[in-house]
Nanobody
């Protein structure tokens, strides 16, 4: 049984920061890449960031580069998304996902387990 549970979402003013956490339960967390996706109301799910199995290599969607940082702590079976300088357009439901590969990838088709999502709302 694999479960991912996100936390840390909420309401924040533009320019502020949030740190999302993804608690993983199941076997072999450290073998797979982890990713974050988001979905704004009425829009398609969008890739945000991914980190490889070790935590050394990361990929980001262009719109969050320099503002967001994905990381993982394999000793705690937890992935994180640090979000700084938040913008109104960052608003959406953020989902944590586990890939079925070890490299940081951006396509949702590479991710086989998903969390329930946590709402992030950025106000102007």
């Amino acid at each position: 049984q694999v479960q991912l549970v996100e936390s840390g979402g909420g309401l924040v003013q533009a320019g502020g920061s949030l740190r999302l956490s993804c608690a993983f339960s199941g076997r072999l967390f450290s073998l797979y890449a982890m990713g974050w996706f988001r979905q704004a109301s009425g829009k398609e799910r969008e890739f945000v960031a991914a980190v490889d199995l070790i935590g050394d290599n990361t990929v980001y969607v262009d719109s969050v580069k320099g503002r967001f940082t994905i990381s993982r702590d394999n000793d705690k079976d937890t992935a994180y998304l640090q979000m700084n300088s938040l913008k109104v357009e960052d608003t959406g439901v953020y989902y944590c996902a586990r890939a079925r590969v070890s490299s940081a990838v951006s396509g949702s088709e590479w991710f086989d387990y998903w969390g329930q999502g946590t709402q992030v709302t950025v106000s102007s």
